[in-house]
């Protein structure tokens, strides 16, 4: 029980990964440390700490990728080389190729809307790329690395104080019970 937060921790930051695989290996042990939680505190406060610990796995992994891209991504000069238009359910969604200038031949890199990429941004244009020096992490534009959020930051910690009350009292609840 007291290593569930860093499991969770360890989960949430394996699904930040691109591939089914690895996502894979991130939720059958997510699955397995909240199954097991709840079994140790109980059927009612099982419940809340399975759906807190699931809500914190969701939150932590994207804060954990906004502070590692932040402190140790390497920023490099670029060119958009193309952009895609793609519709989705609800308006459009962008896909930016982007070619580093630093480099005599560069890879190519992907980046999503969700990733920085705009509907305003043309070929040519010069933007700076933020990559993961490692390649764990999907490469942004550096428009989209700004740290971890003070709003994400409180939303993470209020999932993991309410995750530890359930726990705390799901097991007082089991030994007097």
Known sequence: MVLTPLL???CGWLGQHPGTLVLTLSIVPLLIVLCVAWALCGPGPGAGVAAFGFAFALFVGPAMNDYVLD???ERHP???SYVETYDLKHGEGHTCSVVRTDLATSPTYIVEDTKG???AMEPGQSVTLVADPDGWLDSRLSTDVDGVSAAMLWTCGSLL???EAVILYGRLRRRHG
């Open 71 to 73: 402190q140790r991504g």
């Open 78 to 80: 670029a060119t958009i």
């Open 161 to 163: 104080a309410a995750m």
């Open 117 to 119: 990429c705009e509907k």
């Open 8 to 10: 969770l921790a360890g």
